[in-house]
C-alpha cells in the first residue's frame, strides 16, 4: 500500500471515529513521556526548519513547537523534532508519529475535510512563485511559455502550475520529484528552465545553489499559500492548546511583551497584560495549563515578531519583510482573539 493509500484511509478512518491517536488525549500523553514530538521539514528549508552542522534545529516552524513546549512543560527544548518529507507528513501525524505537524504546510479545504487534520493558524502568509536563472533573459513568469518546470511531488505546487499555466493558455513540461533536494538539484543541473514552490521556500533554496547571485525569484506569486501547524481532528483539548500558543505568540508581539521585558511587565496595570500573564484570571486552566502558561512561552522562546525576525527577516541571509506577516495595527494581517 503505498503512502498516499494510507494517508487516505488513516484520514478516513479519523474523521468517522474522531480518534485522537491516544486514548487518553493528547496532551495527557506528551506529559507522560515528558516531551512533544514534532514534525518538522526533512529537506533543510532554510527559515523554517532546518538543522546545522550539530544537528541543531532552527526555523519559524521549529520556534513553534518550541513555543507549545514551553506552555506545555515551561521549558521550550522538550521537544523532538521528526524530519518529514511532503508525502510523509500527513501519514505521520494521522498515525500518532508525531503530537503536531508544524511543517511549511499549506491550510486548503481538502486537507481541513479530509485526512483527519485540524489546521491551527497561520505562522506565514505565502505564495507561490518561480525562480529561473538570470541568463534565461526573462523578468516575469508570462514569458515561460515551453518551460520546463521543477517543482516537489505531493505538495499544492503542482495543482497551482497546471491552474496558472492553463489560465494563460501556455504549453510546459513538468519535471517533478519526491525530496526537495531532488528538485534543486535537477534545477541547478539544467533539467529545467525555472523552479516553482513557495516564495519563502525559494529565497531559501536559492542561498543553496553554487552561484546564489546568478538566480532571481520573479514577480509574481500565483497562489495564496497559507502555513501553519496542524494538528489531529478529535482532540479539542488539544487543537485549542496549539491554537491559543499561536495566538499568544501574536498577542505578546501586539501589546510589547517581549522575552527581554516581560518580567517587568508583570507590574503593569494594564488589564490585558495581566491577564496574558496569568495574574488575573486563569485561563491556562480549561486547556491543562498553568495560569502562567502565556508568560512561559514568550520567555521561552520570545513573541512573533521576534521569531520572525530572528528566522527570516531582513538582518538574515532570507531578508524577507514583514508584509501580509504584520500585525494587522501595523498594515499586515496577522491578527489574533484576545485572552478575556
Keep these: 500500500m503505498n503512502r498516499k493509500i494510507a494517508s487516505i484511509l488513516i484520514g478516513a478512518a479519523m474523521a468517522l471515529t474522531g480518534a485522537t491517536g491516544a486514548g487518553a488525549g493528547t496532551l495527557e500523553d506528551v506529559k507522560a513521556k515528558g516531551f512533544l514530538q514534532c514534525g518538522a521539514n526533512g529537506g533543510n528549508l532554510i527559515g523554517f526548519g532546518a538543522t546545522d552542522e550539530k544537528g541543531e534545529w532552527s526555523g519559524i516552524d521549529v520556534d513553534f513547537c518550541r513555543a507549545m513546549a514551553a506552555a506545555i512543560f515551561n521549558d521550550p527544548t522538550k521537544v523532538k523534532f521528526t524530519p518529514l518529507n511532503a508525502k510523509e507528513r500527513f501519514t505521520a501525524l494521522q498515525s500518532g508519529e508525531v503530537d503536531v505537524l508544524s511543517r511549511n504546510t499549506t491550510w486548503t479545504m481538502s486537507r481541513d475535510s479530509s485526512l483527519g487534520l485540524q489546521f491551527v493558524g497561520v505562522t506565514y502568509y505565502d505564495g507561490q512563485g518561480f525562480m529561473v536563472r538570470k541568463a534565461l533573459g526573462v523578468s516575469s513568469a508570462l514569458e515561460l511559455s515551453g518551460a520546463k518546470v521543477c517543482t ?12 496558472y499555466f492553463r489560465s494563460h493558455n501556455m504549453p510546459y513540461e513538468v519535471v517533478a520529484f519526491e525530496k526537495n533536494e531532488e528538485v534543486l538539484q535537477a534545477y541547478e543541473a539544467g533539467r529545467c528552465d525555472a523552479y516553482t514552490t513557495d516564495a519563502s521556500g ?7 545553489l553554487t552561484n546564489p547571485d546568478e ?34 505568540l501574536l498577542n505578546a508581539e501586539e501589546l510589547g511583551l517581549t522575552k527581554a521585558n516581560i518580567d517587568e511587565k508583570k507590574t503593569s496595570d494594564n488589564p490585558e497584560i495581566k491577564r496574558f500573564l496569568g495574574i488575573e484570571g486563569n485561563f491556562g486552566e480549561p486547556i491543562g495549563l498553568p495560569a502562567d502558561w502565556a508568560y512561559n512561552v ?20 532570507l531578508g524577507i519583510a514583514r508584509g501580509l506577516n504584520n500585525l494587522w495595527s501595523k498594515g499586515g494581517i496577522q491578527y489574533a482573539p484576545p485572552i478575556r
Aim: aromatic share 10%; proline share 7%; charged share 20%.
Design 152 to 163: 516537489q511531488t505531493g505538495t499544492t505546487t503542482e495543482l497551482n502550475l497546471a491552474d
Design 215 to 248: 538566480h532571481m525569484i520573479l514577480p509574481e506569486i500565483i497562489s495564496k499559500e497559507p502555513l501553519g501547524p496542524a494538528v489531529r481532528q478529535g482532540d479539542d483539548k488539544w487543537f485549542t492548546l496549539a491554537k491559543w500558543t499561536l495566538f499568544a
Design 202 to 208: 525559494l529565497y531559501a533554496e536559492r542561498l543553496k
Design 298 to 317: 514568550i520567555k521561552g522562546v520570545g513573541n512573533y515578531g521576534e521569531i520572525f525576525d530572528a528566522n527570516i527577516g531582513p538582518s538574515t541571509p
